[in-house]
Every structure is written in C-alpha cells, then in structure tokens.
C-alpha cells in the first residue's frame, strides 16, 4: 500500500534529519504555557528516538494553533520543546526565532552533533508556510540534509514544510505516517468481512466523499450524529428542530438508494436525546425518532440505537469509525458516543477510529488502548478514507 521510501530506506549517520511533526498540541485553559494533552508529542517518539539511535542529528518544525501568519507568543512551541525534553530525557534546544528561520537558526543547525535535537518555532508565524512558498521552503531546507514527514495530522495540507520541502531534499515518511498509512490503508483495500464503517458529527456535506467510498467496501454503515437527521428528513420523519442541511435532503436520498442498490446495510437511529438546547443542565427526553416534537433538538442517540448499533459493532470483522454520535463534550448528550467506544472496546474487530472528536471520545472513556489504531489526523484520516491522494504523503520520494 505504501510505494514510499520509509526510514530504513536511508542511511541517517551523521546526517541532520529535518523532520515535519504534529506538534499541534490542545493548551491550558488556566494556565499559560502548560500543554493539556501530549498524546501527539508522544507520538512523534519512535521516529525521533530512531533517528537519535541512528546517529543523525534532528530538526523538529510543527505549528500550533493559528497564528495567522505573524510571530504571536501565545502560540509558540516553547512549552512543547520544555515537554519533551522531559519525554526524551534530555534537552531539546528551542530555535527561537520571529521568522521561524534567520542566518543565526541555519547556524546553530549546523552546529548539532549527532544525537542531538533541535526544534524550531511555530511554522505558521510565517504567511508563506500555508501557501506552499518555495522561497520559505528553501529556507527550511537549510537546516537539514534528509527531510522526514512524522506529521499525518497536517499531510493532506500542501504547505512548505512538508510538499515544499520535500521537493527540495531526499526524504522518506517517518513512523507515525507509514503506521497511519499502512494500518488505514490495509483497513480499506483488504478488510477482513464483515465491514462496518460508523459515521457520525455534524453535517452530511463533511461527510460525502467518505460515504460514497466507503458504499464499494463495507457491508454496513451506521450514522448518528447531527448529519443523521438529513437522513432522516430524507425519509420523511419530524426532526423539530435538529440539525438539518436542507440542501443536502436530496443528496442523502441518493446515498440511500446507492446503498440499496449494492446491499450495503445504512442503519439510522430508532430513537434520540432530545432538549430545548445544548446546555449541561437542559431538560433531556428520550423519545422514538417518528416522535421528535417540533419545538425540540436531537442531540444524541438513545439507548435503542446504542443497542442496536453496538449488536452491529460485535458481528463485524474489521470497524472504522469518524465522528460523534452527539454533541458528546456536553455532558447530558455524551451517552451515544461513550457507547459506540464501549463496544469498539469489547469487539474482536480491527478497530480503526478516525481523528478528531472520535479519538478524543475514546481517550476520555479510556478505552484508547483497547483499540487497533487510533488516527491521529482528523482531517487526513477523513480525506484518506474519502480515497484522496494526501498532498503530504505524495510528494515524499518512491520507494
């Protein structure tokens, strides 16, 4: 599946490896400078780790949040260089500089010494990083003698520090990539039956790609979340006041029917949370989906469909699952989702579970390690199981 070279494709020894990473990590609410959650920092590990026991010396670049183009201290990646200094053992020199790269940056890469580690400041200080400049890309690739792209998150981006850079230096995916790759792409291309895609969160439209892909693979698709009450509009059912994209009606209509047609079983929800709206002290109900009053939200699946679903979830051979069954980081509507992870836990599938609100669901009920593989790349997951070629990924040399 993956034609790309990988790490052991290249000799690293006395080499400065400039590596892409997804250091793009949730900070503290209440205190300033402190990271929420590493789990993308210690995902990095095993490359950097490699690329330290292979005698090279390592660059590290990333962005965090959206700095939108200008050097802002509220983004720096400071406290993560602190962070994983602490991880690695030992310190990891923070290149600070306004403009990411300047002569003093390129220098003081040169002077690392194999097992050394560096890391730069945010890549997104510079406008230049996200419109893929080769100027800005040129100068990254100063800093290192063999790129390495770690950052699955940030691959179905064509920005500088990945498709710019690798078009200038050798390279080869890092770990994490060739895993996320390699793991996903088995998933799609040989799965073991039966297959079973679920697929929630807030809108139809997010989702198109990734249901017309997936109606050739899998033998069964669940959808909860806001995007099944397009659906369920589509059959004609009271919604009340759920989220509903009216222009998409039709379009849900037709995958209907494409799933019909080639016996692929589109399971939606019997039964919902309902409320007046989203608030952790809202008055919940649960009523059957035919008997949404029309004054009312849907916010969530109910126990029929976490039931139903769940049965779904056990019979299957191989899972992948991309996005909520409800608004779940609001406490009285999280009941669907913490469910759905439950039997992923308890299932004898291989369990793949798309990025973003999904993964965050698994790691708060603590179930990550019960699951095959969880995505670290919200976006590029979703575009990976749509069938998209990731812009990150295609530009690193063939194998």
């Known amino acids: 599946m993956l034609n790309k070279k990988t790490l052991n494709d290249i000799d690293f020894k006395d080499k400065r490896a400039l590596v892409r990473v997804d250091f793009n990590v949730p900070m503290s609410k209440d205190v300033e400078g402190e990271i929420a959650d590493d789990v993308r920092i210690r995902a990095a590990m095993p490359t950097i780790n490699y690329l330290l026991d292979q005698g090279a010396s390592v660059v590290l670049m990333s962005h965090l949040g959206r700095p939108k183009g200008e050097a802002n201290p509220k983004f720096s990646l400071a406290p993560v260089a602190k962070r994983l200094s602490e991880l690695l053992g030992k310190e990891v020199k923070f290149l600070k500089s306004d403009t990411v790269v300047d002569e003093g940056i390129i220098e003081k890469a040169k002077e690392l010494k194999p097992g050394d580690i560096a890391l730069l400041e945010n890549t997104r200080y510079r406008s230049e990083e996200e419109k893929n400049d080769p100027d800005f890309a040129k100068e990254l690739a100063k800093l290192g003698d063999i790129y390495v792209n770690d950052a699955f998150g940030t691959s179905h981006r064509a920005h500088a520090s990945n498709v710019g850079v690798s078009k200038i230096l050798p390279s080869a995916v890092g770990k994490l990539v060739e895993k996320e790759i390699s793991i996903m792409g088995n998933a799609l291309e040989k799965p073991e039956k039966p297959f079973l895609s679920i697929l929630g969160g807030a809108k139809v439209s997010d989702k198109i790609g990734v249901i017309e892909n997936l109606l050739d693979k899998v033998d069964c698709i669940l959808i909860g979340g806001g995007m099944a009450y397009t659906f369920l509009k589509a059959e004609g059912k009271e919604i009340g006041r759920s989220l509903l994209e009216e222009d998409k009606i039709d379009l849900a209509k037709d995958l209907m029917k494409k799933a019909e047609e080639k016996g692929v079983k589109l399971l939606l929800p019997l039964d919902a949370v ?15 989906i035919d008997n949404i009053p029309k004054d009312k939200q849907a916010l ?5 469909t976490e039931k139903l679903f769940s049965e779904e979830i056990l019979k299957a051979k191989t899972i992948v699952w991309n996005g909520p069954m409800g608004v779940f980081e609001v406490k009285p509507f999280s009941s669907g989702t913490l469910a759905i992870a439950k039997a992923l836990s308890e299932s004898k599938a291989v369990t793949i579970v798309g990025g973003g609100d999904s993964a965050l669901a698994v790691e708060r009920a603590g179930y990550k390690d019960k699951i095959t593989h969880v995505s670290t790349g919200g976006g590029a997951s979703l575009e990976f199981l749509e069938g998209k070629e990731l812009p990150g990924v295609a530009a690193i040399e063939n194998a």
Do not use: F, L, R, Y
């Not at 309902?274 to 059957?288: G, H, K, L």
């Open 274 to 288: 309902i409320a007046d709206e989203i608030d952790p002290n809202a008055e919940t109900e649960i009523v059957d």
């Open 300 to 304: 969530d699946i109910g126990p029929k």
